[in-house]
């Protein structure tokens, strides 16, 4: 359990390993009555047949300064395992041990007074998160810029909305200069620009060395954020390892319950044995329900010769290759472009390009092109993910995705070094105002 060892008196800064997990489980009794939840406390874990288990014998080490991600289904033990890190529930076996100051954004505004203004919470968690009074004085300024809630910093947090909630809970976390930051998918419930800013916070404190403990279904944010990675399923470790690997894994097997549950006729290919081996395609994550399969891919020039590195601002074209096992009425071809940190840079696909592709009758070859202009990114190495599907733009079933079927490398000047592209043809105008008249 987390007690005096957990905090052992601030080795924290010695201490490689920033929070440390041996055989958790957690477990929920089924029995209502409080005489049988008192006797569950005088037996041991091992002699528990009943009840739920949330958490089963999981353990991993996270290291100080290491951003690491948890992925899984609702329900695999992701919000139990990170409240057992937190300090708020109890485990039912197991250690954690958590060496440095902890700032969890777990439930949305929990640990918030509904009665307190947002200021009188701000000052309340950060004494609770070890702050004085002064070092909070220092830091409100920056939360409430950070928060963005007007006026309503000084009414109660009763009245706010759920975003306004989870505005200053996460601006709160993110200015306390936690040691650990532990996010558990709060930042879902946020609109884009504020989702945005919260996770260029984050990835602003893994560059200073806050380590990072980061639940998300957004599986490119986890990829861009964490080097290594957890996935949990029925409450039991799947997988541990590099953030890549792991979350290609997870997905797969979700494609492969998505196809297991579907209707017979959209998953049976024809009878023949199917060669999923891929042809000139670098990627090794491949998944879908294989009525379609893409068999090659290349990155061509503006003369339509194969190439590994292009030009911003070239000419080029991604020709996918794929054969079709069985017949599919209305296809979806798409690829899209990553970068090194797995963050999605541009992308596209035939629907969305309103690109109309005829019905694709079984056993026949096909080729497709996709064209456009290398924007001006930064130079660095560049993959791109290839996919087909079976659908419309709401809705569709996936046949075939190759993760990382081509690598390639970007060229660029040193203007296109900041950002993700570089803008052109900005256009700047002065305005002069005298006595209030435009010139």
Same mark, same amino acid.
């Given at each position: 359990?987390?007690?005096?060892?957990?905090?052992?008196?601030?080795?924290?800064?010695?201490?490689?390993?920033?929070?440390?997990?041996?055989?958790?489980?957690?477990?929920?009794?089924?029995?209502?009555?409080?005489?049988?939840?008192?006797?569950?406390?005088?037996?041991?874990?091992?002699?528990?047949?009943?009840?739920?288990?949330?958490?089963?014998?999981?353990?991993?080490?996270?290291?100080?300064?290491?951003?690491?991600?948890?992925?899984?289904?609702?329900?695999?033990?992701?919000?139990?395992?990170?409240?057992?890190?937190?300090?708020?529930?109890?485990?039912?076996?197991?250690?954690?041990?958590?060496?440095?100051?902890?700032?969890?954004?777990?439930?949305?505004?929990?640990?918030?007074?509904?009665?307190?203004?947002?200021?009188?919470?701000?000052?309340?968690?950060?004494?609770?998160?070890?702050?004085?009074?002064?070092?909070?004085?220092?830091?409100?300024?920056?939360?409430?810029?950070?928060?963005?809630?007007?006026?309503?910093?000084?009414?109660?947090?009763?009245?706010?909305?759920?975003?306004?909630?989870?505005?200053?809970?996460?601006?709160?976390?993110?200015?306390?200069?936690?040691?650990?930051?532990?996010?558990?998918?709060?930042?879902?419930?946020?609109?884009?620009?504020?989702?945005?800013?919260?996770?260029?916070?984050?990835?602003?404190?893994?560059?200073?060395?806050?380590?990072?403990?980061?639940?998300?279904?957004?599986?490119?944010?986890?990829?861009?954020?964490?080097?290594?990675?957890?996935?949990?399923?029925?409450?039991?470790?799947?997988?541990?390892?590099?953030?890549?690997?792991?979350?290609?894994?997870?997905?797969?097997?979700?494609?492969?319950?998505?196809?297991?549950?579907?209707?017979?006729?959209?998953?049976?290919?024809?009878?023949?044995?199917?060669?999923?081996?891929?042809?000139?395609?670098?990627?090794?994550?491949?998944?879908?329900?294989?009525?379609?399969?893409?068999?090659?891919?290349?990155?061509?020039?503006?003369?339509?010769?194969?190439?590994?590195?292009?030009?911003?601002?070239?000419? %080029?074209?991604?020709?996918?290759? =794929? /054969? @079709?096992?069985?017949?599919? #009425?209305?296809?979806?071809?798409? &690829?899209?472009? +990553?970068?090194?940190?797995?963050?999605?840079?541009?992308?596209?696909?035939?629907?969305?390009?309103?690109?109309?592709?005829?019905?694709?009758?079984?056993?026949?070859?096909?080729?497709?092109?996709?064209?456009?202009?290398?924007?001006?990114?930064?130079?660095?190495?560049?993959?791109?993910?290839?996919?087909?599907?079976?659908?419309?733009?709401?809705?569709?079933?996936?046949?075939?995705? %190759?993760?990382?079927?081509?690598? =390639? /490398? @970007?060229?660029?000047?040193? #203007?296109?070094?900041?950002?993700? &592209?570089?803008? +052109?043809?900005?256009?700047?105008?002065?305005?002069?105002?005298?006595?209030?008249?435009?010139?």
């Amino acid at each position: 359990m987390r007690g005096a060892n957990a905090w052992s008196a601030r080795r924290i800064n010695k201490a490689v390993t920033a929070v440390e997990v041996r055989n958790l489980s957690k477990n929920y009794p089924l029995e209502g009555s409080p005489a049988a939840r008192l006797r569950r406390l005088f037996r041991s874990a091992a002699k528990l047949s009943d009840g739920i288990w949330a958490l089963r014998d999981v353990s991993f080490a996270v290291e100080r300064g290491e951003a690491f991600g948890i992925v899984g289904a609702n329900g695999s033990g992701k919000s139990t395992l990170l409240q057992m890190i937190a300090g708020i529930l109890r485990p039912t076996s197991g250690t954690v041990q958590v060496n440095g100051r902890l700032s969890a954004l777990l439930e949305l505004g929990s640990g918030f007074s509904p009665e307190f203004s947002g200021r009188d919470n701000v000052y309340l968690n950060g004494s609770i998160l070890g702050l004085s009074r002064q070092e909070i004085d220092e830091r409100f300024a920056s939360i409430e810029r950070f928060a963005e809630i007007g006026d309503f910093i000084d009414q109660p947090i009763r009245t706010y909305s759920t975003g306004m909630v989870l505005r200053l809970a996460f601006a709160v976390s993110a200015h306390v200069d936690p040691e650990i930051l532990i996010v558990d998918e709060a930042l879902a419930v946020g609109d884009i620009a504020f989702r945005q800013r919260c996770m260029r916070r984050i990835h602003d404190l893994r560059a200073r060395g806050t380590t990072i403990l980061f639940v998300s279904h957004d599986t490119t944010d986890v990829k861009a954020l964490c080097e290594r990675c957890l996935w949990l399923q029925n409450g039991r470790v799947q997988a541990l390892g590099p953030a890549d690997g792991v979350i290609q894994d997870y997905l797969l097997a979700t494609t492969r319950r998505e196809i297991a549950h579907a209707p017979a006729e959209r998953i049976e290919a024809s009878g023949d044995a199917i060669d999923v081996e891929p042809m000139g395609l670098e990627g090794s994550h491949r998944y879908g329900d294989r009525r379609a399969l893409i068999v090659g891919a290349e990155l061509l020039d503006h003369a339509y010769r194969p190439v590994r590195e292009v030009h911003a601002g070239e000419r %080029v074209t991604v020709r996918m290759r =794929f /054969r @079709v096992e069985d017949q599919i #009425e209305s296809l979806i071809a798409g &690829f899209l472009v +990553r970068n090194t940190r797995g963050e999605n840079i541009f992308g596209s696909n035939t629907a969305r390009e309103n690109y109309p592709v005829p019905v694709m009758a079984r056993g026949h070859t096909h080729a497709i092109d996709f064209h456009w202009t290398m924007p001006e990114v930064p130079s660095a190495t560049y993959t791109i993910s290839l996919g087909l599907a079976d659908g419309d733009i709401e809705q569709s079933r996936l046949s075939d995705y %190759v993760d990382d079927a081509i690598t =390639f /490398r @970007v060229i660029a000047g040193d #203007e296109a070094r900041r950002g993700i &592209f570089r803008l +052109r043809s900005i256009a700047v105008t002065l305005h002069h105002h005298d006595r209030g008249v435009s010139k």
